[in-house]
């Protein structure tokens, strides 16, 4: 794979070759942890420019997701049950992801003298946005004694390189307390949308992760119930750690890949490797989206250059608050994180031409989602058209939302194939609904049109490759609209579907 990896930082085709041959591989359940050690030692040779190139570059859509999200911990031991909530309708009202780290929610409804589902279902009540559970295990929410629900820190307020926790006191379980509540198991995962697993156990990481069994677990019951996965792993040498990780989390079927930097990243080279985990990790990953947990300052805006998606950030007392965007000698428990992470990531973003999700963003996505819909089937990931997924892991997660739920007055692949009699259509946005919208109606001839032109030659050369006679239109609505016999407004969002409309006698999907 190394001429592929080195072609794809300048050829476009050589990308989508390489990530074909990749997600095909991870289908047939035949990527080999050669294959992982073919990709890492490429991307290796390459010079620490290049790196950040090559991973930006599989950020692109069809490769990856090119969207930045912000993911928010706001629970904590430390915090009453009412506190917990309006912190959790917060992070709803801005529209990020909600991170749960279960324990925490199993010591606020042990104080409250509650079950610790009640807790859960009181965030799915009060929120509507994708809700992430993590330290979950065989029985449910983990448990661990007060040295660790309130650890201060001193791993990441020390900095790397980590050996070992400073007061050796990871990684202690409260088992017969979990056993307590293991009936309330399913209904954990079913409330979540997406769920955690870690692999660091298989890194040399023992005193930091559960058993990897019981990781194989909770991914099992993820899948069974639809749910999004998310393998977390630590960079650690930058090599051989990077390779097993990767290797457990391909073994457990994960969707997203969630990388741990700051002193869990002990490589002579950190930047480099840390450019390099995030650019392998974009290659590799099945579902598109690449996330990290924990990384200093320096390693979050590497990794935002090198095709990084999600940062995950905290509240105040909640140990995501201070394990990303900051740096040795200022990362401590009592770090508000999110107004640092938000900065650090507006600032990157700026330089790349590309946004950070918020609430309307996911709405839209929802809204794209619920069009997706034919035959009493989505059309989304993990659904593909030939070896690439329809859509990216965010889409999982937002269709196992609240926000999913609220009514929906647009239409569908259903109501359009009513709609639609025509040979001959146009479609004004190259996207996913573009694709839904070619492989459902199977039109004759499918006359499309983007303003990207990556975006519209992606879709037509995908589309082509798969039996659908596509046909570029150069970014011209118009071409589109004198070629076909009708022509669809793909975007769901408001403001640009109304311009096409008032400029173009087309069908708007809103």
Request: glycine share 8%.
């Amino acid at each position: 794979m190394k001429e592929l990896i080195k072609s794809s930082l300048n050829d476009f085709d050589s990308a989508m070759e390489l990530r074909e041959i990749v997600v095909k591989k991870i289908n047939d359940k035949k990527l080999t942890e050669s294959d992982i050690i073919d990709i890492v030692d490429s991307v290796d040779d390459l010079s620490f420019e290049e790196i950040q190139k090559l991973g930006s570059n599989f950020r692109k859509f069809p490769l990856g997701c090119d969207l930045l999200e912000i993911g928010v911990g706001p629970c904590s031991s430390s915090l009453n049950l009412s506190q917990f909530i309006e912190n959790c309708i917060l992070t709803d009202a801005m529209g990020y992801p909600i991170h749960l780290c279960t324990y925490a929610l199993a010591d606020i409804a042990e104080k409250e003298g509650i079950n610790p589902i009640e807790v859960m279902k009181q965030v799915h009540e009060n929120v509507e946005v994708p809700l992430d559970i993590d330290h979950f295990g065989r029985f449910g929410p983990m448990r661990f004694p007060k040295e660790i629900t309130h650890c201060m820190g001193d791993c990441y307020y020390n900095g790397p390189p980590y050996k070992g926790c400073p007061r050796d006191r990871i990684h202690k379980r409260l088992i017969t307390k979990e056993r307590e509540h293991f009936e309330e198991f399913s209904d954990w995962i079913n409330l979540s949308s997406t769920v955690c697993v870690n692999v660091v156990e298989e890194q040399g990481g023992g005193d930091h992760g559960a058993d990897i069994s019981e990781m194989e677990n909770v991914s099992k019951a993820a899948q069974k119930y639809g749910k999004g996965i998310e393998g977390i792993f630590h960079i650690g040498d930058g090599y051989d750690d990077l390779i097993s990780g990767l290797r457990a989390c391909s073994e457990l079927n994960v969707d997203a890949l969630v990388i741990e930097g700051g002193p869990f990243n002990r490589s002579k080279n950190k930047l480099k490797d840390f450019a390099k985990a995030v650019a392998v990790s974009r290659i590799l990953v099945k579902g598109g989206v690449v996330a990290t947990n924990g990384a200093y300052e320096d390693e979050c805006r590497v990794g935002l250059r090198s095709g990084l998606n999600v940062i995950l950030s905290g509240f105040s007392g909640n140990h995501h608050g201070y394990m990303c965007g900051y740096s040795p000698k200022e990362a401590r428990r009592n770090n508000f994180g999110l107004p640092r992470v938000l900065k650090i990531m507006k600032e990157e973003a700026s330089n790349m031409g590309i946004c950070i999700a918020n609430r309307e963003l996911l709405k839209i996505l929802v809204k794209s989602s619920r069009f997706l819909n034919y035959n009493g089937k989505h059309m989304i990931y993990p659904e593909m058209i030939g070896n690439y997924f329809m859509g990216d892991a965010h889409w999982v997660s937002v269709s196992n939302s609240k926000m999913y739920n609220a009514p929906y007055f647009g239409k569908t692949l259903d109501s359009l194939s009513e709609e639609l009699d025509s040979k001959k259509i146009g479609v004004l946005g190259a996207r996913y609904i573009s694709w839904g919208i070619a492989s459902a109606l199977n039109p004759e001839e499918l006359y499309v049109s983007d303003v990207d032109p990556l975006v519209e030659y992606a879709t037509v050369k995908i589309l082509n490759d798969n039996g659908i006679n596509a046909y570029a239109c150069s970014g011209s609505d118009r071409k589109a609209l004198e070629q076909a016999d009708k022509s669809i407004i793909t975007t769901m969002i408001p403001e640009i579907a109304l311009r096409i409309k008032n400029k173009f006698n087309a069908i708007s999907l809103i």
